[in-house]
């Protein structure tokens, strides 16, 4: 009996349009969008960081380049 499955929910990431499992990836704070772990973290350094309490802001709106809120 496994104990640690890989998650069967997916969803698609709203800048690279691949699926990926939910809790690898999430939503920013700032631009609302949902995205995939490479996209919302960008590095290993920056999920450490959201892990232990830093605001989960996405490459784009980290770097400035806050794009517009998707109409949903």
């Known amino acids: 009996m496994p104990f640690f499955r890989p998650s069967i929910f997916r969803t698609e990431c709203d800048v690279c ?8 990836g ?3 704070e700032r631009c609302r969008r ?3 772990g490479k996209h919302l973290h960008g590095s290993l350094v ?3 960081a ?12 980290r770097a400035g380049d806050t794009p517009d809120t998707p109409a949903r």
Not at 51 to 59: F, I, R, S, T
């Open 17 to 24: 349009h691949v699926p990926f499992p939910v809790n690898t």
């Open 46 to 48: 920056r999920r450490l």
């Open 26 to 28: 999430g939503v920013c």
């Open 34 to 36: 949902i995205l995939c």
């Open 50 to 61: 959201i892990a232990v309490g830093a605001p989960m802001l996405c490459v784009a709106c």
